[in-house]
């Protein structure tokens, strides 16, 4: 081996090991725990595959991954015309411009957990600042939190007001990396900016844009936080994610085997969604 | 004429509307965590107009919890800063690597999309061979498993920032200098590392960032020694009720740093988050 070639390990291999024996370890080590019926105070005994044949029939997965798909769906189709929006709107030039920019997206910096537990007393169904100001201007009262539909947008909500920086500072980038020929030949040829908007931006951002949701349907899949803070699965299961599933499945009812082959078919499931992703990035990115 | 200023006013109207969105949450925990036990249930918006701002909520934490949330702050910090330093290192060379190297049997872009692929896997997948393994360690409670967790958990993060940063210097200072008989680790050390010293610093940034706001291994992980400040948050809610003032002090302290030091250098987020997806899909 050359010194060249002994440089460019030395320099990638630490890297990789460590992710190695600390990341793909433990998730081979997860593989032998779904075949295996290890509940704590038990020994482990191999089953086979009855762990994921059980999760057909399990009335719980069916209904964390529902609620799961619906709040990927609701949370991304509010998201990303929002975020759109307003990058579209940032590119203007006004005064005060560069402080927006930082005070929308530290949403996206903000602890989860944190952000849950103040959404739990902005979202307080006696005395709440939301429901002092609803009851202010239209007498109502809302229950954000016990009923299971207004849970379902509380969540939501939550989750707009993170991600949306997220979607935001994408398409940002997208809309600067755009090139300005078109849009000079539109102005000369007297379109106006929301004709240059619908016929000019939107099909030339489609890339990006749809690049943005598939990211933002990968994280959906993995919320976790404010669910646990804010109503912990409930009210009953109805806001139970399956992220939450499987932590009670292993952590509050300790049946480890069933859980671990529950995150296998979470890390399929993200696996087929990661495939049409580096499919598109395999295109763009040529090396 | 009279069109342009309508829509002038519609565009300001939409931004000051989303900036409001975006910020009402920070300005109710500030507000509410100046407000007296009297006032937090009233719709009370405006300090020193609606209602006199009192120093109370603070005073109180600190007599009361104030040791908790030390212990808390000192493992949020001792974790997110190791972790963040061993991200930028490893992840660093790594990213050297693939920015200067050619890898023949797995391409470059081959070892760049694995590492993007870890981006996706969730926490919740790999919490119970952690909780497993980390328990066989003897690392439960302590802040070095979190350390562990973190750091394999971002470096993929850094790694393609940095990638991307080194991919921005120049080759020929490197290459005049291996001429002149330099090794490659002094060129890296000399040459490189100082001209990337920005990159760094940002991709050190929201490392820490990311790792400040864990939430899921500091749960199964720590449970009195090494609990960090999202923990304290969610373990302290039950006590009594739903204490507004103290949910907001604690989310304050929780998300003043992350917030501050991470909006500095938002213009580093989009390599890691996408992998250049978006530049490259012109």
């Known amino acids: 081996m050359s010194k060249e070639e002994r440089a460019k390990y030395f320099f990638l291999l630490p890297a990789v090991v460590l992710i190695l024996s600390f990341l793909i370890f433990p998730l081979i080590y997860s593989a032998y725990l779904s075949v295996t019926d290890w509940q704590i105070g038990k020994a482990p005994e191999i089953i086979g595959f009855s762990n994921y044949l059980k999760v057909f029939t399990d009335r719980r997965v069916h209904n964390a991954l529902s609620f799961t798909l619906l709040f990927m769906v609701f949370t991304i189709l509010i998201e990303t015309p929002f975020a759109l929006g307003v990058a579209v709107l940032s590119q203007l030039r006004f005064p005060g411009n560069t402080i927006f920019k930082v005070i929308f997206t530290a949403p996206f910096f903000t602890s989860p957990i944190a952000l849950s537990y103040l959404s739990i007393t902005i979202f307080y169904e006696e005395g709440g600042p939301l429901n002092n100001l609803l009851k202010l201007l239209f007498n109502i009262k809302i229950p954000w939190i016990s009923n299971p539909d207004y849970a379902f947008l509380s969540l939501c909500l939550i989750d707009i007001w993170q991600w949306t920086p997220f979607l935001y500072i994408i398409f940002l980038a997208g809309l600067q990396s755009l090139p300005r020929e078109p849009y000079e030949a539109a102005t000369i040829d007297g379109a106006s900016s929301f004709q240059a908007f619908r016929y000019i931006t939107i099909p030339l951002l489609m890339p990006v844009i749809l690049t943005g949701m598939l990211l933002k349907m990968i994280e959906s899949l993995k919320v976790f936080d404010i669910i646990y803070a804010l109503t912990g699965g409930g009210p009953g299961i109805s806001t139970e994610s399956y992220t939450m599933y499987i932590y009670k499945t292993g952590f509050r009812f300790f049946r480890l085997g069933y859980a671990a082959s529950l995150s296998y078919i979470l890390l399929i499931i993200l696996m087929i969604l990661f495939t049409v992703l580096a499919f598109r990035l395999r295109k763009v990115y040529y090396e | ?282």
């Not at chain 2, 304050?252 to 250049?276: D, N």
């Open chain 2, 1 to 282: 004429m009279k069109r342009k200023s309508i829509k002038r006013i519609l565009t300001y109207a939409f931004v000051i509307l989303a900036g409001v969105w975006a910020i009402f949450p920070f300005y109710w925990a500030l507000t509410t965590s100046f407000k007296s036990k009297v006032d937090v249930f009233k719709p009370l918006f405006i300090p020193f107009i609606q209602f006199e701002p009192t120093l109370e909520n603070w005073i109180n934490e600190a007599m009361l919890r104030g040791d908790v949330i030390i212990l808390g702050l000192r493992n949020s910090i001792i974790a997110s800063l190791t972790s963040a330093t061993l991200c930028v290192i490893l992840g660093g060379m790594a990213g050297y690597a693939l920015a200067r190297f050619r890898f023949e049997k797995w391409k470059n872009r081959d070892i760049i999309i694995w590492f993007f692929s870890l981006r996706f896997l969730p926490p919740i997948a790999v919490s119970i061979p952690f909780f497993l393994i980390f328990m066989n360690l003897g690392l439960i409670d302590n802040v070095v498993s979190l350390i562990l967790a973190y750091t394999v958990f971002f470096i993929p993060f850094s790694t393609l920032v940095l990638r991307d940063i080194f991919k921005g210097i120049p080759v020929e200072l490197e290459e005049s200098a291996l001429v002149d008989g330099c090794s490659r680790i002094s060129i890296f050390r000399r040459i490189t590392l100082p001209l990337a010293a920005p990159g760094l610093v940002a991709a050190f940034i929201i490392c820490f960032a990311l790792a400040w706001n864990e939430f899921l291994f500091a749960l199964i992980l720590t449970y009195r020694n090494a609990t960090t400040i999202p923990v304290v948050i969610a373990g302290a809610e039950h006590s009594q009720g739903v204490d507004f003032w103290y949910i907001c002090t604690r989310s304050i302290i929780a998300i003043t740093p992350p917030v501050v030091l991470a909006t500095i250098v938002q213009r580093w987020l989009v390599t890691g988050l996408t992998l250049g997806a978006v530049r490259g899909a012109r």
